[in-house]
């Protein structure tokens, strides 16, 4: 005989709940079902009225000791099967106050692994993977792709904006990468020394953490013409 594991169908559309949420749910179950087995309760009560001749506007009443004593079986029965009912609810409240109990574990901190140099792609200089590119003086904006080693895997990407005099620079990368150092080279000539750690400008000037976005503001009133950019930023992938 084979056999096989249940299907689960797709639920659609799909449901996004918190911790609290799941928990005032549960609560929330108990309390209706509460709601439901009281009214069931006063129910079989009025049952009892009925045939004793003491609930008013009917008149319903019970021929026979026979009679009565059958009703009473009968409401008995369900009040037993009310009771366990209330015991499984117990439980089920006893379950749920335990998730109060239970202490949350902090998240744990993301570990984070050596991934290497990254550029900001255009022209290819020097040695390893260095490579500069191009602002145009009618340029106000431009964005270029953060490649990551020989073979510029995009890890994010180099943003330039013009304003005033000033030459905005954004490094930013995508999941799972993170920069710990970032280095710029802006000039009027292109760069010579694909070393990053002689450019102009860097940040932070001693890495201990990382980040996912920095901002260079660069004055550029002494470039009239083409700026030339390097971008560099070290790399940590997320593992």
Do not use: C
Request: zero cysteines; charged letters at 10%; proline letters at 8%.
């Amino acid at each position: 005989m084979n056999m096989s594991f249940p299907t689960i169908p797709s639920i659609t559309p799909s449901i996004s709940i918190n911790r609290t949420q799941v928990i005032n749910l549960l609560l929330a179950s108990i309390a209706l079902e509460e709601l439901g087995l009281a009214h069931i309760i006063n129910a079989e009560g009025e049952k009892l009225q009925a045939v004793l001749g003491a609930l008013p506007g009917l008149s319903v009443k019970a021929t026979s000791i026979s009679g009565l004593l059958s009703v009473n079986r009968e409401v008995r029965r369900t009040l037993q099967t009310i009771i366990k009912n209330q015991m499984l609810l117990q439980f089920k409240l006893e379950d749920i106050m335990d998730i109060f109990s239970t202490p949350t574990r902090p998240p744990s901190p993301p570990i984070f692994v050596d991934a290497g140099s990254a550029w900001g792609v255009g022209i290819e200089y020097g040695t390893g993977n260095a490579q500069y590119f191009t602002f145009e003086s009618t340029d106000t904006e431009k964005t270029v792709v953060l490649g990551l080693g020989a073979t510029n895997i995009p890890v994010g990407t180099v943003h330039l904006l013009r304003q005033g005099t000033n030459l905005l620079v954004t490094f930013t990368t995508d999941f799972p990468y993170v920069m710990n150092q970032v280095h710029l080279y802006v000039g009027a000539t292109a760069p010579v020394n694909s070393n990053p750690g002689s450019f102009p400008y860097k940040y932070p000037p001693a890495p201990d953490g990382y980040f996912t976005t920095y901002t260079f503001t660069v004055d550029v009133s002494g470039i009239p013409g083409t700026i030339y950019v390097a971008a560099h930023a070290h790399i940590l992938q997320q593992v």
